[in-house]
Structures are given as structure tokens and as C-alpha cells.
T-cell receptor
Framework: NAGVTQTPKFRILKIGQSMTLQCTQDMNHNYMYWYRQDPGMGLKLIYYSVGAGITDKGEVPNGYNVSRSTTEDFPLRLELAAPSQTSVYFCASSYGGRLTDTQYFGPGTRLTVL | DQQVKQNSPSLSVQEGRISILNCDYT??????FLWYKKYPAEGPTFLIS?????DKNEDGRFTVFLNKSAKHLSLHIVPSQPGDSAVYFCAASGSTDKLIFGTGTRLQVFP
């Protein structure tokens, strides 16, 4: 099992550009999550999904969009990138909800918006 | 509004001694708590968890203690090893499937 994979590892964007961060898991997990981690801060939940076709907002969803067309993939879309979106982005997955399984994280994507 | 707080950004401990990492929370609805460990350039990995019906959970060298009245939990690592050097995040959840993370404590274990 590769676990949770994320691409790209690094990316520099110009203000106003858009991009999609890819996330794939091969563990047949139902739940998937996107977090961002700013320097010196904890992880903040952007969006999550409890199954294919179902997504919901987390703490900091503004400026992002997600889709979940398959169990394996959970891409995060940034439209009109802003410097405030400079961060490290982590994708995670779990089989069930909070009390039934732990979250497994990908290695992260470091994004810089200039 | 930081609902989960780790007030010590860093901690330095000698190899073989005990490491104690602390975490405080403000939301009394939290009933499930976790610790994650993170190495540089990697994603966090799950370490240990505790439900609010317990006050202690142990897994090898790692023990988590929960004091609900004080809204405080701590992670004890005994004995500490150089490989334990990492950033440790405390996380909590309430009635939803969302985790609220603390800001992390960087642990350095020196020989």
C-alpha cells in the first residue's frame, strides 16, 4: 500500500493563478480530509468528505473547492491564489469517523503564492 | 479562538529521561483526544489517543493522561530516545468527525 499520496510536493504560484492539489489513497477509506498548516500553527481543516459525492466545509474553506467523485481521490482546487494561501497542505484519510479510526496523512504539498 | 493550546513551543530532554508534553483545551464538549507526531517534510502520524471516559491510556513508552476537570492532557514518553525528536500535536474532537489541532511542541532528545 502506498497509503496517502499527494502531488505536487512543491509549487510556486503567482497571485491570481489557480491550481489543483491532488490526493489519492489506496486504503479504501471512506473519509478524506484537507488541512493546511501555517508556520507555528496547528493544522486547520479546510474541507472533508465522508464518502464519494459528499463533501463538507471545515474551519477555513474560503478560497478553496473540493470534489469527491471516487473513493480514492479528493482533489483540492485553489481559484485566484492569494498570498494568504501560502502554506503546507496535508491530505488525510480514515476508514470511519473520529471514534472508529485514526487519520493517515500524506507527506504534504508546500505552496508559495507570490 | 484557540480551542486546543500547547503553550510550550519547544522542549529539550536528555536521552533516557522522561519527556512530558502538555495540552490544554477550552471546549468542554470535546470527548476524544489524540496525539500526533510529525517529522520534517512528512505528514503527521498517529501516536496515541484517549477517550473522555478514561483518565489514562498507555502504549509502550507512551502514556497519555487526561484531567477533565482541569481540561488538560499530557503525553509522557519514558524513556526518551533520540528518534522521538519531532513535533508533537495534540488534537481533540467533539460530536463531529472534525479534529481541532494544537500548535505543536517541538521535542528534542539529546544524548
Amino acid at each position: 500500500n502506498a497509503g496517502v499520496t499527494q502531488t505536487p510536493k512543491f509549487r510556486i504560484l503567482k497571485i491570481g493563478q489557480s491550481m489543483t492539489l491532488q490526493c489519492t489513497q489506496d486504503m479504501n477509506h471512506n473519509y478524506m480530509y484537507w488541512y493546511r498548516q501555517d508556520p507555528g500553527m496547528g493544522l486547520k481543516l479546510i474541507y472533508y468528505s465522508v464518502g464519494a459525492g459528499i463533501t463538507d466545509k471545515g474551519e477555513v474553506p474560503n478560497g478553496y473547492n473540493v470534489s469527491r467523485s471516487t473513493t480514492e481521490d479528493f482533489p483540492l482546487r485553489l481559484e485566484l491564489a492569494a498570498p494568504s494561501q501560502t502554506s503546507v497542505y496535508f491530505c488525510a484519510s480514515s476508514y470511519g469517523g473520529r471514534l472508529t479510526d485514526t487519520q493517515y496523512f500524506g507527506p504534504g504539498t508546500r505552496l508559495t503564492v507570490l | 479562538d484557540q480551542q486546543v493550546k500547547q503553550n510550550s513551543p519547544s522542549l529539550s530532554v536528555q536521552e533516557g529521561r522522561i519527556s512530558i508534553l502538555n495540552c490544554d483545551y477550552t471546549n468542554s464538549m470535546f470527548d476524544y483526544f489524540l496525539w500526533y507526531k510529525k517529522y520534517p517534510a512528512e505528514g503527521p502520524t498517529f501516536l496515541i489517543s484517549i477517550s473522555s471516559i478514561k483518565d489514562k491510556n498507555e502504549d509502550g513508552r507512551f502514556t497519555v493522561f487526561l484531567n477533565k476537570s482541569a481540561k488538560h492532557l499530557s503525553l509522557h514518553i519514558v524513556p526518551s530516545q533520540p528518534g522521538d525528536s519531532a513535533v508533537y500535536f495534540c488534537a481533540a474532537s467533539g460530536s463531529t468527525d472534525k479534529l481541532i489541532f494544537g500548535t505543536g511542541t517541538r521535542l528534542q532528545v539529546f544524548p
